[in-house]
């Protein structure tokens, strides 16, 4: 047996875009276009066929440039990547549905590809009925699915409807049974395309658990994800592609902390004009900007930070404001929301500049990239006149020591200084 | 499982090579049962009538067949009771037609399916030249409770007819082959498959006996005739179980070698074009 379980040779794969057609002065002219249409159609339609063809063209877009890579059995690679980047395709040549315009890939055993849970599922079938159809279709023989069945259905946890058309299952429970069954195939390659996303919080942690149960049990997978904790969890590398072209290569927290870093290049302060600002009829938005309070450069785990938001109110009549953000990690998990209405005090404003200042306390916040991934400002508690994504993006680097002699990043979002009270050598 | 183990798949942009690859169908036997059964199964869900469809819409066919062109058209029927003679033409006529529109669209109405996983993509046309022989075979009951009837003992002929009955099944396969490839990339196919099949419906003999066409025209142009695959097997039916003509054995040999021809070449233009199908779905 080969030590690859897959490899990936020059791969370049080529789809044909539509190109702008050229308009009809006339009415005569579009008649003619009409009738001579049929042929111009079927050229169109036979150059779909990206074979037959391998020379540079304007209207042919290359979804991937030279692609190569190693898997070997037993190993686990992510790939991320913006939309558009590639990594469907790169999937789909791997598992046999498309062929590459030039180079080749190699894949050695037998390939289970989950590009989508539930392929071929069929309402008017039973869930025992579709189980066997899907795993057929996933490349499972019938007597394989006799052995797995009570399994697949366990893990499901849909035991009671197993003869119930899933025509009248939820949503919910129709992935759930559909995983199951993908989950449950034994190869020696999976090929996952953002399935671990899927389902309610309880199942996704499930799953995941399950894929990387999988990982362990020596079979190579290749995963994509626009999430990266499971990427983070299950991947040893991750190849990271733009535009077709594989950019960064290399083990996961390398490549990912390298993509996000791109992704979220640091925004402390931004300005607007009355006039610039993309806000609404209603009020309309300034500045906004994080800040130390300390006197020091940066934001430091340990010191406490501002952020100020400064907005322009439009609205005549006085109202009670009310100002929330959230704030998220760099893997775009909440760390908490932030909010006037929290306070339990009332803002009433008026026409006019507003200026609000927020103070993050010290010894709160880890360290790590955050951002304020919404702001909201409402009238009264339920009608937003104003939101923005995105606002800010800020590092909290440097370090305060925590102990004498002792610094540097601890797990978890949160690094809070409690207070602590030990009573001890009574007796 | 083990033998699968060590195979290897080499992905590149090359054709295809062989026409059918039999080991790799074998591998796949078992997902051509379940779509098969697939297939069976919905076909008749949620309705009321179900399973009796398959005898009441063949039944209908042959008494508006047999009052239009047997009593008002007065076709000659070779001496055959006209609706005994019309439903030996409709029996394999149905299973023709219909398993020909069915494999023609079945790559249309499963891009989902096979955009996202890979198996031999020929199982998709294939599925329907399959399933609709249950109907077939539902259908066959009602011509033997006819011949009962009628009071009509089969030939020893009858020994031919699993013969024409394969016959039937690779000229659907050959035709639904072309077509389906055909329609993935161009859609053209869906819009021309309904008068493609009333044209193919008027051009067998089932409402007229294929010895008209020899008695009109010449000889000549009955051999031209049995380029149609479906006239072979339809006179090739009434003869072996009604017994009131000779087998039609220059029709069948002549629909044969069509019938093949029809078969590899569709077999080879859907392997040709196999790769590009998940591109243009």
């Known amino acids: 047996m080969s030590e690859y379980a897959v490899r990936v040779n020059d791969v370049s794969k080529a789809f044909l875009i539509g190109l702008k057609e050229s308009r009809k002065e006339t009415l005569g002219a579009e008649l003619i276009s009409w009738f001579r249409s049929p042929v111009k159609n079927f050229n169109n339609l036979k150059r779909l066929n990206t074979f037959e063809h391998s020379e540079e063209s304007d209207d042919f877009f290359w979804a991937l440039r ?9 190993e686990t690679l992510g790939i991320i990547g913006d939309n558009g980047a590639g990594k469907s395709t790169l999937l789909k040549i791997i598992s046999r549905i498309t062929n590459p315009t030039l180079g080749y890939a190699e894949v050695f055993g ?29 490349g499972m023989t019938k007597s394989e699915i006799n052995k797995k069945f009570d399994e697949i259905v366990a893990f499901s946890g849909v035991e009671k409807f197993i003869d119930t058309q899933i025509k009248k299952y939820s949503s919910g429970m129709k992935i759930r049974l559909a995983f199951s069954v993908a989950s449950n195939i034994e190869t020696e390659l999976m090929i996952i395309d953002e399935v671990l996303s899927i389902g309610d919080t309880e199942f996704r942690k499930k799953s995941l658990s399950k894929m990387i149960q999988i990982a362990k049990s020596g079979t190579a997978i290749i995963l994509v994800s626009h999430n990266m904790l499971p990427i983070q969890s299950m991947c040893k590398n991750t190849m990271h592609l733009e535009h077709g072209r594989i950019v960064n290569y290399g083990k996961t927290n390398e490549v990912v902390s390298s993509y996000l870093g791109n992704l979220n290049k640091d925004k402390t302060s931004q300005t607007w004009t009355l006039e610039s600002s993309p806000s609404s009829e209603s009020i309309k938005i300034t500045k906004a900007e994080v800040l130390p309070v300390l006197n020091v450069p940066v934001i430091r785990a340990g010191d406490p930070f501002e952020f100020r938001f400064e907005f322009y109110n439009l609205i005549e009549n006085e109202y009670d404001i009310n100002i ?3 704030l998220s990690d760099e893997y775009e998990n909440l760390v908490f929301i932030g909010s006037t209405a929290l306070t339990g005090k009332k803002f009433n404003v008026s026409k006019g500049y507003i200026s609000a200042n927020c103070r993050i306390p010290a010894n709160l916040l880890n360290h790590g990239k955050f951002t304020i991934s919404k702001l909201f400002v409402l009238k009264g508690f339920e009608n937003v006149i104003y939101d923005h994504s995105d606002l800010l993006v800020f590092e909290i680097t440097g370090d305060v020591e925590y102990s004498p002699g002792k610094s540097g990043k601890i797990d978890g979002l949160l690094k809070p200084k409690l207070e602590w009270e030990l009573t001890a050598g009574n007796n | 499982m083990k033998d699968r183990a060590v195979q290897k798949f080499v992905i590149e942009s090359k054709k295809g090579r062989s026409i059918l690859n039999f080991r790799e169908l074998f591998l796949y036997k078992d997902l051509l049962y379940f779509f098969v059964l697939r297939d069976i199964t919905v076909l008749y869900k949620q309705t009321i009538l179900g399973i009796l469809w398959a005898i009441l819409n063949p039944m209908f066919q042959m008494v508006v067949f047999s009052v239009i062109f047997g009593k008002l058209a ?29 494999a023609s669209m079945s790559l249309v109405s499963t891009t989902g399916i096979f955009t996202k996983i890979y198996f031999p993509r020929i199982l998709i046309p294939l599925t329907p030249i399959l399933s609709k022989l249950a109907d077939f075979l539902i259908a066959f009951l ?39 490839s055909l329609a993935i990339q161009y859609r053209d196919v869906k819009f021309a498959i309904g008068f493609i099949t009333s044209l193919l419906l008027y051009s067998a003999p089932v409402v007229f006996p294929a010895s008209l066409i020899a008695e009109k025209a010449g000889y000549t142009v009955y051999l031209l005739y049995g380029l149609y695959p479906m006239a ?33 070449s569709g077999a080879y233009y859907f392997k040709r074009t196999e790769r590009i199908f998940a591109d243009v779905a």
């Open chain 1, 66 to 74: 030279n692609v190569s890579f190693d898997l070997k059995h037993g």
């Open chain 1, 110 to 138: 037998r390939a289970s590809s989950l590009l989508e849970v539930g392929t071929g599922f069929n309402n008017e079938l039973t869930g025992r009925e579709n189980v066997y159809l899907n795993g057929a279709i996933l």
């Open chain 1, 324 to 326: 929330t953000f959230h």
């Open chain 2, 74 to 102: 007065a076709i000659p029927s070779d001496g055959i009771p006209y609706p005994i003679f019309t439903f030996s033409g409709i029996l394999p006529f149905n299973y023709f037609s219909q398993s020909l529109s069915n």
């Open chain 2, 142 to 180: 009602i011509l033997i409770g006819m011949m009962f009837f009628y009071d009509i003992i089969p030939t020893v002929n009858v020994v031919f007819l699993p013969m024409l009955i394969f016959l039937m099944i690779l000229t659907s396969m050959g035709i639904g082959m072309w077509l389906s």
């Open chain 2, 232 to 264: 072979g097997v339809i006179e090739g039916f009434r003869a072996s179980l009604l017994g009131r003509t000779p087998m039609p054995w220059d029709l069948i040999l002549i629909g044969s070698i069509s019938s093949v021809i029809i078969f590899f």
